[in-house]
Structures are given as structure tokens and as C-alpha cells.
């Protein structure tokens, strides 16, 4: 793991003494007229502070050393840097995307996208970070840190786009468990509700009954014609019988003859 950080957060280096001269030799050979001894001045200083890892004020140098020659690589790759180190990632990236367009050296071109990778590696923005570090192996084949790093760069990458992949699963499982359970309260509700609408008409019934049976017990039941017939023969019949029989207790009276 520590190899690993680091590959990450190494940020290709200012350049060496050595480096630094042949940049300069280099531009002067191609654009004798846009170095002064002012750039120069800039640069020397900033890589003084750089290398006292005051890189606020080194950025500051290499600002001036830009302001005055904006296609100056040296100028550009080491601002970058020094923004980079500050954890300023997004600013530090677009100079270094400046480095990319102005520079005609594969090696200066190489370790400008391998940086722009390392700023997208510290923001965890994995698919960009395997894109720079793709275009650092176009220009530079045989290097080994961007290997490295794409290599991280791309397993993060899957992890990344597994992570979410589950994510979205498990959101789809709880969607699919909420409309479930949703189901199942409106079908209980749907029931609830039947069952006091049936509940409510047995009620109605009820009363309906109830009301029909007060109101037979308070008024006289009506007779058909035939039914009162029937009635009244009966009545005649029984006061006939009561007759016949009051007669018979009654007794016949006897004439008496009489005693002449």
C-alpha cells in the first residue's frame, strides 16, 4: 500500500537542475526571443520555494514567469504542480491541460496528462483518471507509474461502477417491497371498506325491520272481504250455540191445569 500511495499522489516533480537547463536550452533554441532573464528570474525563485515546500508562494513565481511568456512549459508544468500540492486539483488541472497544448516535447506531453491523471485520482474520478492515463502511455509507452496507476485507476473504476450497480439493485428491491406492502394495505383497506359498507346495509335492514314491525303492531291489521265473511259466520255461529244453550238451562214452562 505504500507503493501505492505512492504512485498516486507523487506528482511528476519539478525538474533538476539538469532537467531545468535542457527545458531552457530547449526554448531558447526554438523561441530565442520570449525568454527573457525576468521568466528565468521567476522560475529560478519558484523552484527555490518549491523545494521549501512553500508552494503558495512558489505558484506565485511561476504565475509571473506565465503572465510573461504563456506558452513557457517549464512555467506552466511547475504552476501546476505547485497548485496541485496545495490540493487545488481542478486549477492544477487546467494548467497542466494548457502544458498539454503548448508542449512539443512527448515527454513534457506524457508528464502533463500523467498529472492531470494524479488530479483526477485525488478527486476519485476514476473513469477520467483511466483516460490520462491512457493518453500518458500514447506519448510515453515505457512508463511504469502510469501503468501503475491505470491499472489502480480502472479496478477502482469497476469497483466503483459494481457499487452503484448494487446500489441501484437494492433501491429497485425496496421500490418493489414498497409497492408490495402499498398493495397489500389497499387491499386490506378495500376490504375494511366493504366490510363496513355491508356492515352499514345490515344496520339498514335491521332498522327497516324494526320500523315495519312498530308500525304493524300500531295499527289495526286490515281484514280482506272474504276473511271478514269468514268472521262475522263464526261470530253468528257461536252466538247461536250460546242461544241453544241458554234455552236449555232455561227449561220449557209447563202449563198447569187447574184444580176446578
Same mark, same amino acid.
Given at each position: 500500500?505504500?507503493?501505492?500511495?505512492?504512485?498516486?499522489? $507523487?506528482?511528476?516533480?519539478?525538474?533538476?537542475?539538469?532537467?531545468?537547463?535542457? /527545458?531552457?536550452?530547449?526554448?531558447?533554441?526554438?523561441?530565442?526571443?520570449?525568454?527573457?532573464?525576468?521568466?528565468s528570474r521567476y522560475l529560478q525563485k519558484g523552484n527555490s520555494l518549491y523545494g521549501q515546500q512553500r /508552494? =503558495?508562494?512558489?505558484? !506565485?513565481?511561476?504565475?509571473?514567469?506565465?503572465?510573461?511568456?504563456?506558452? /513557457?512549459?517549464?512555467?506552466l508544468f511547475n504552476l501546476g504542480n505547485s497548485l496541485y500540492q496545495q490540493k487545488q486539483f481542478d %486549477? $492544477?488541472?487546467?494548467? *497542466? &491541460?494548457?502544458? !498539454?497544448?503548448?508542449?512539443?516535447? =512527448?515527454? $513534457?506531453? %506524457?508528464?502533463?496528462? /500523467?498529472?492531470?491523471?494524479?488530479?483526477? *485520482? $485525488?478527486?476519485? #474520478?476514476? &473513469?477520467?483518471?483511466? %483516460?490520462?492515463?491512457?493518453?500518458?502511455?500514447?506519448?510515453?509507452?515505457?512508463?511504469?507509474?502510469?501503468?501503475?496507476?491505470?491499472?489502480?485507476?480502472?479496478?477502482?473504476?469497476?469497483?466503483?461502477?459494481?457499487?452503484?450497480?448494487?446500489?441501484?439493485? @437494492?433501491?429497485?428491491?425496496?421500490?418493489?417491497?414498497?409497492?408490495?406492502?402499498?398493495?397489500?394495505?389497499?387491499? @386490506?383497506? #378495500?376490504?375494511?371498506?366493504?366490510?363496513?359498507?355491508?356492515?352499514?346495509?345490515?344496520?339498514?335492514?335491521?332498522?327497516?325491520?324494526?320500523d315495519k314491525e312498530q308500525k304493524q303492531q300500531s295499527q289495526p291489521s286490515k281484514l280482506s272481504p272474504? &276473511?271478514?265473511?269468514?268472521?262475522?259466520? !263464526?261470530?253468528?255461529?257461536?252466538?247461536?250455540?250460546?242461544?241453544?244453550? *241458554?234455552?236449555?238451562?232455561?227449561?220449557?214452562?209447563?202449563?198447569?191445569?187447574?184444580?176446578?
Amino acid at each position: 500500500m505504500v507503493q501505492l500511495h505512492k504512485y498516486i499522489f $507523487s506528482f511528476r516533480a519539478v525538474p533538476t537542475c539538469t532537467q531545468l537547463a535542457l /527545458y531552457v536550452l530547449v526554448v531558447l533554441c526554438l523561441f530565442p526571443w520570449q525568454l527573457s532573464g525576468q521568466v528565468s528570474r521567476y522560475l529560478q525563485k519558484g523552484n527555490s520555494l518549491y523545494g521549501q515546500q512553500r /508552494y =503558495k508562494e512558489a505558484a !506565485a513565481d511561476y504565475a509571473r514567469a506565465v503572465a510573461k511568456n504563456p506558452t /513557457y512549459t517549464p512555467g506552466l508544468f511547475n504552476l501546476g504542480n505547485s497548485l496541485y500540492q496545495q490540493k487545488q486539483f481542478d %486549477s $492544477s488541472r487546467k494548467v *497542466m &491541460e494548457q502544458t !498539454a497544448k503548448v508542449t512539443k516535447d =512527448k515527454g $513534457s506531453l %506524457s508528464a502533463a496528462n /500523467y498529472n492531470i491523471g494524479n488530479t483526477y *485520482m $485525488s478527486q476519485q #474520478k476514476w &473513469e477520467e483518471a483511466v %483516460s490520462a492515463y491512457k493518453k500518458t502511455l500514447r506519448s510515453n509507452p515505457q512508463d511504469a507509474d502510469a501503468k501503475y496507476n491505470l491499472s489502480y485507476a480502472e479496478q477502482m473504476l469497476k469497483k466503483q461502477q459494481q457499487d452503484e450497480k448494487d446500489k441501484k439493485d @437494492k433501491e429497485k428491491d425496496k421500490d418493489k417491497k414498497d409497492e408490495k406492502n402499498k398493495d397489500k394495505k389497499d387491499d @386490506k383497506d #378495500k376490504k375494511d371498506d366493504q366490510n363496513k359498507d355491508q356492515q352499514n346495509k345490515d344496520d339498514q335492514n335491521k332498522d327497516k325491520k324494526e320500523d315495519k314491525e312498530q308500525k304493524q303492531q300500531s295499527q289495526p291489521s286490515k281484514l280482506s272481504p272474504q &276473511e271478514a265473511e269468514r268472521l262475522l259466520n !263464526a261470530l253468528q255461529q257461536e252466538e247461536k250455540k250460546l242461544q241453544d244453550k *241458554m234455552k236449555k238451562e232455561k227449561g220449557v214452562p209447563v202449563k198447569m191445569s187447574r184444580d176446578w
